[in-house]
């Protein structure tokens, strides 16, 4: 993907409560932050969030570890801006409906969360975390966002 995505994401199904808009912030890469590839658009878009989540795969084509991908995307937030580094985040480690047999959920989770990260194993396909994400996603751009950049009753900019 060249271009950043927003979708209003519903934390509630059940009941249509909170929600907020989230940005998909794609090909961040070693080097983002010197402009290597699209880096410095893609992370200017980043610098208007009010939380973000380190989404990283957790069955890789390439057999990059969730670990090293968040090395990676921290370094090149914190490069290119400290105070984008330091926003409120969570980790996200997708794909556990076929993650391999030697994947180690405890050790990802052990790593993350001595980065100070709240972490979510999520599953597109089996629905996984989804719904506690969504839920947490919610209350992050709640607690963010100042009274002026609610753009509806239930609604924040994530």
Same mark, same amino acid.
């Given at each position: ?23 998909? &912030?794609?090909?961040? &890469? ?18 208007? !969030? ?10 890789? %084509? ?9 090395? &990676? ?20 480690? !997708? ?7 030697? %994947? ?6 052990? %790593? ?43 609604? !924040?900019? &994530?």
């Amino acid at each position: 993907t060249l271009t950043p995505n927003l979708g209003v994401v519903d934390a509630d199904s059940d009941n249509w409560g909170e929600s907020f808009v989230a940005a998909d &912030i794609p090909g961040l &890469i070693d080097g983002a932050s010197d402009g290597k590839g699209l880096g410095h658009q893609f992370l200017r878009h980043l610098e208007r !969030t009010k939380a973000i989540a380190y989404v990283l795969d957790g069955a890789s %084509f390439d057999g990059t570890e969730p670990a090293d991908a968040f090395a &990676i995307l921290k370094q090149e937030l914190t490069s290119y801006s400290p105070v984008l580094a330091s926003k409120p985040a969570v980790a996200v480690v !997708t794909k556990t409906d076929v993650v391999t047999e030697d %994947f180690d959920r405890h050790a990802v989770r052990r %790593f993350l969360e001595g980065q100070g990260m709240e972490v979510f194993f999520i599953s597109s396909v089996t629905g996984e975390g989804l719904d506690e994400l969504k839920r947490r996603l919610a209350k992050m751009a709640k607690q963010a966002a100042p009274e002026s950049s609610v753009t509806t009753e239930n609604q !924040t900019n &994530i």
